[in-house]
């Protein structure tokens, strides 16, 4: 299924091709169905089918027009639909193009939909990409930062909480008992690392709070950690 498709206010013809087997499978969606099929369709497309595919197409191509919008305001349009493209010769065999392959997947049918777009194009657009690239993002303001932290204030981070142990044979571990106790070669008056998200981030110590453990931290590692820091 081959669409021939127009680059209004630009010379020139884009085509899309989908493969049969998204055809077929798409066009069963259009009319209710679930998209499945039971067998591989072979044969071409009916003229009431084309309406069809048009009819997705247009979707398509709205979309497609949205997209370039951030380039240049490009009018995507079905000029015609063919299932025997070797009767329409709209590109010479020798013009350049430039073929985006896209897979898509309707139920559990996998297939491909080809876009080939004239370079001549995308040469004379050149310097709207460049312009595009040399666009920096602004820097978020405090204000920014504040409103993200406390959209995300609720959030829940991983907190860990290390002692750097020595080795252990595995004759060791092989031969403990309820009662063992392993040494860790770690002096008592050093700090622990606590980690926050699996990076290091404060230094502390071990203590009891009541019934319970508690990390107390000692100070932090990187810049003092806030919500903006966070966000």
Partial sequence: CMSYIGLHPFDGTAILEINNSLVFGLIELLLGGKGRQSAPVKRK????????????????????SDAWKAVEEISFNVQSLSSEPQLMHIMA?????????IEVKVA???GLMNFAIPALLIKRLRHKFEQLQQIR?????????????????????QLDIQIAGGTVAARTLVNMEV????VLEYPVTNHITGYLNGKEKWLGNLVTRGDKLAFELAYQKAP???MADVA
């Fill in 108 to 110: 559990e049918t996998p």
């Fill in 179 to 182: 009662g063992d106790v392993i």
């Fill in 93 to 101: 065999p020798s013009e350049a193009v430039i073929v985006i392959a």
């Fill in 45 to 64: 497309i009916t003229d009431i089918e084309k309406k069809l595919v048009q009819t997705l197409l247009r979707v398509v191509l709205r979309d497609l």
């Fill in 137 to 157: 993002k602004a820097a978020s303001t405090e204000a920014d930062k504040l409103h993200i932290a406390r959209l995300i204030q609720e959030a829940n981070l």
């Fill in 224 to 226: 003092e950690l806030s």
